[in-house]
C-alpha cells in the first residue's frame, strides 16, 4: 500500500495521531468531541472503531470485540491476512480523510460514499501493489582455479583506526592453504585499502617463493589496478588478476574485518583462523 497509508498506520500504532484527545493532552485546543458523532472525546479507538460513522464504514459493530486498541492492530496487521490487513488499512484511511474534512472544510460525511471510496482504495492497492514471484537469481560464488594451482582472496575493512586486510590461499579443490591479515593504520579511504590490502598480499606471496601458477583476486574494478601493483606481481613467476563480487569474496572480507575488530593480525597455515572456519565446513 502506499507510504502515506503506512504512515497513518504507524501513527496510530504510536498513538500519535492528532485527534482531539491527543490534541488536549499536548495543551492544543481545537474543541472537544468527536466531530462525526457528538461523542463527548474524540479518541483513536472511539474514532476508528466505536463511533456510529466508523461502524458504518466497517458495516460492523463491536469492531473491537473486548480488545484494546492497540491489541486491535496488532490482531489485524500481525496475525490475519493480507487481504483483511487491507480493509482495515482501507477503512483507517477513508474514516480519517472524511474526519478532516469535517473539522477544515465543515463538510458533512455520507457513510455510503465512504463505503465506496474504501472499496476503491483496495481495488486501486490490489492492482498497483499486487506481488509478482521475484525472479530467483543467484548470488556469485567461489569459482576453483585451474588444477594443481591456488587462488588467494583478497579484500579490506575500515575500522575507527583505520583499515584492516585478509588474504586467504586455496587450492584447486576450495582446501585452505593459508591466510594472512594485518592493520593499516591511518588509511580511511576504501579504494586505498583495498589496493594496499592487494600490494601486501602479492608481497607476502612473493616472500613464500611458491613456484606456481597463481590467480589473485580481490574487489576492485579493471581501471583501479594500479601498475605499482602489477609490477609486483610479475615478480610471481606466474600470476592472474581479476574482479570479482563480494558475495564470491566472502573469505577474505570476514578476515579482514575480523582483523579490524580485534586489532590482531597474523599468519596462518594449513588450519584456517576460527574467524572464516566456518567457510570451509559448508
Known amino acids: 500500500m502506499p507510504p502515506k497509508i503506512k504512515n497513518l498506520l504507524w501513527r496510530c500504532a504510536r498513538n500519535v495521531l492528532p485527534v482531539r484527545d491527543n490534541l488536549r493532552s499536548k495543551r492544543v485546543w481545537i474543541g472537544r468531541g468527536c466531530p462525526m458523532c457528538g461523542y463527548m472525546v474524540e479518541t483513536l479507538e472511539h474514532l476508528f472503531c466505536d463511533c456510529v460513522f466508523g461502524e458504518g464504514v466497517w458495516g460492523a459493530v463491536n469492531v473491537l470485540q473486548g480488545r484494546d486498541f492497540a491489541s486491535f492492530l496488532t490482531h489485524v496487521i500481525g496475525r490475519l491476512s493480507v487481504e483483511e490487513a487491507w480493509t482495515l488499512a482501507a477503512v483507517f484511511w477513508t474514516i480519517w480523510t472524511a474526519r478532516n474534512d469535517v473539522v477544515w472544510h465543515n ?3 455520507e457513510r455510503v460514499n465512504a463505503s465506496e471510496q474504501m472499496l476503491r482504495l483496495q481495488l486501486t492497492w490490489k492492482e498497483a501493489y499486487a506481488v509478482q514471484r521475484p525472479t530467483v537469481r543467484h548470488a556469485p560464488e567461489w569459482i576453483s582455479p585451474p588444477c594443481y594451482t591456488v587462488k588467494c582472496n583478497v579484500d579490506a575493512a575500515l575500522s575507527g583506526e583505520g583499515a584492516s586486510f585478509g588474504a586467504v590461499v ?11 591479515s594485518g592493520q593499516m593504520d591511518g588509511v580511511v579511504d576504501p579504494y586505498m585499502a583495498e589496493a594496499l590490502g592487494v600490494k601486501e598480499a602479492l608481497t607476502w606471496l612473493k616472500a613464500q617463493h611458491h613456484k606456481t601458477y597463481g590467480v589473485l583476486v580481490f574487489p576492485m574494478s579493471r581501471e583501479q589496478r594500479t601498475v605499482w601493483l602489477m609490477s609486483i606481481a610479475r615478480d610471481i613467476w606466474s600470476v592472474s588478476v581479476s574482479h570479482v563480487k563480494r558475495t564470491a569474496n566472502c573469505v577474505a572480507h570476514g578476515i579482514a574485518r575480523a582483523t579490524g575488530s580485534l586489532a590482531a593480525s597474523g599468519v596462518w597455515f594449513d588450519i584456517p583462523p576460527a574467524c572464516i572456519v566456518n567457510y570451509f565446513n559448508q
Open 107 to 109: 463538510k458533512i460525511p
Open 170 to 180: 586455496r587450492d584447486h579443490n576450495g582446501g585452505f592453504v593459508a591466510a594472512k
